[in-house]
């Protein structure tokens, strides 16, 4: 499996996740760690400017059902 194959496996692990449970992976329980992580990862590369064009439109995507699902306040 190359390194592309294995990005886009993780993407789409990722979206499958959000639309499972509708909402974004936390940083609090163990098991979805591993995928926060990820995701923030991918967004310091963007603005540093290091993540490849196809890769940035596919996780533009990702961000914009993270986007959708982001939980208002409850005070609101």
Known sequence: MT???RWQ???QDVMDFMEKNHRNPSKHYSEERNMNSWCHHC???IYQGL???ERV???KK???LADQLKRKNQYE
């Open 3 to 5: 390194q592309d194959e």
């Open 9 to 11: 496996k993780k993407c």
């Open 43 to 45: 967004r310091k590369q």
């Open 51 to 53: 993540m490849k064009p």
């Open 57 to 59: 439109e596919m996780f």
């Open 62 to 64: 990702l961000q914009e």
